[in-house]
Nanobody, 124 residues
Framework: QVQLVESGGGLVQAGGSLRLSCAASGRTGSVYAMGWFRQAPGKERGFVAAISWSGGRTSYADSVKGRFTISRDNAKNTMYLQMNSLKPEDTAVYYC?????????????????WGQGTQVTVSS
């Protein structure tokens, strides 16, 4: 089993920045892709970004391209999401997720393990 724990959420003004972290523990020895998703009140969970095992491949939702950066440090079993130029519409619970394979997917059903989420609130 794999355990994922997000941190770094909070309240920030529009235009501000936050850095989310996702710490993985458990059976983390295999090669796998990871991703970030978010869910706003009354909306479905949606894709934000994904990253390959090496970090050499990334994928972003159009709504966050140019503002968010996904990265990972495999030595620390930690993934990050740097969020800049935040907008009120970025307000959501952010979840990190891990796949059982190496391909990047945007569909949440492709991810086997999930964290409990961290709240990000952007005020206008």
């Amino acid at each position: 089993q794999v355990q994922l724990v997000e941190s770094g959420g909070g309240l920030v003004q529009a235009g501000g920045s936050l850095r989310l972290s996702c710490a993985a523990s458990g059976r983390t020895g295999s090669v796998y892709a990871m991703g970030w998703f978010r869910q706003a009140p009354g909306k479905e969970r949606g894709f934000v970004a994904a990253i390959s095992w090496s970090g050499g491949r990334t994928s972003y939702a159009d709504s966050v391209k140019g503002r968010f950066t996904i990265s990972r440090d495999n030595a620390k079993n930690t993934m990050y999401l740097q969020m800049n130029s935040l907008k009120p519409e970025d307000t959501a619970v952010y979840y990190c997720a891990q796949r059982g394979g190496t391909s990047l997917y945007t569909a949440s059903r492709e991810y086997a393990y999930w964290g409990q989420g961290t709240q990000v609130t952007v005020s206008s």
